[in-house]
């Protein structure tokens, strides 16, 4: 590893830079809030690391939640990793070392940032993910970090923050739209949640939708793996 990989995965990952620390801090203040202290919030951002997932784990905690209510829960809000990963099987296939940790580090904002495929000339494309995908896991940690200790010390209404994440993912769909040339992923998955909350209300739309995204877009690399 030499300086020229850390310094181009730093600045390919600069995006998410103020994003993640904002939002981190965000969850760490919901989390000191909820009476868990900075220990728990890095815990769960170094170990769990899963964005809108964590915000809607603090009210879990603090309910004394099931496990197994944890567990559907953290399938409704992160089902659409099933579609990130379908289109990421070639890009991650010889990865070697990296590979879980990459899977493991693939959030929606890595995702908008790699899913082109494209890394710089004269380095190594797997170092380059892993270090992205590092850069951004550690802006993640130190905000979650900072939100707790400033919990701490400085009162804070947090009536609506986790709204934060809702408009996170609206502006890595912005960054993915006018990045890459092909918009058939979005348009599938706008068209499929748009359809599933139709006949499903919002109150049940979520799984479907994630289901039927998941099958689209598979159907869809199967024609194109044909094609060629």
């Known amino acids: ?13 600069l995006p998410v830079l103020a994003g993640y620390v904002v ?15 900075v220990l728990w919030s890095a815990a769960m951002s170094v170990f ?7 915000y809607v784990g603090v009210g879990l905690l603090a309910s004394g939640a099931s496990v197994l ?16 990963s379908i289109s990421m099987v070639d890009t991650y296939r010889d990865t070697g070392a990296y590979k879980p940790y990459l899977i493991f580090a693939l959030t929606d904002e890595t995702y908008s940032l790699l899913c ?3 890394t710089p000339e004269g380095v190594d494309p797997n170092l380059h993910r892993f270090l992205v995908s590092l850069f951004n896991h550690c802006y993640w940690v130190t905000g ?25 993912f609206v502006a890595a769909l912005t960054e993915q739209w006018l990045e ?9 998955g706008l068209a499929c949640t ?8 919002r109150d049940g739309f979520l799984i479907p939708a994630m289901l039927l995204i998941t099958l689209v877009l598979t159907l869809l690399r199967g024609r194109e793996a044909s094609e060629t």
């Open 1 to 13: 590893m030499h300086a020229r990989d850390l310094q181009q995965a730093f600045v390919k990952s």
């Open 23 to 37: 939002l981190g801090i965000g969850f760490g203040i919901l989390m000191r809030g909820a009476g868990y202290g």
């Open 48 to 54: 769990v690391y899963a964005g809108s997932m964590q």
């Open 69 to 84: 209510t944890m567990a559907f829960t953290t399938l409704m809000v992160n089902a659409r990793h099933l579609f990130y």
């Open 116 to 118: 082109d495929g494209k």
């Open 144 to 168: 979650s970090v900072l939100g707790s200790l400033l919990g701490a010390v400085l009162p804070f209404d947090t009536t609506g923050i986790e709204f934060s994440m809702t408009t996170l």
């Open 180 to 188: 890459t040339s092909d918009h058939v992923p979005a348009l599938v």
């Open 194 to 201: 748009l359809l599933s909350l139709v006949v499903f209300g």
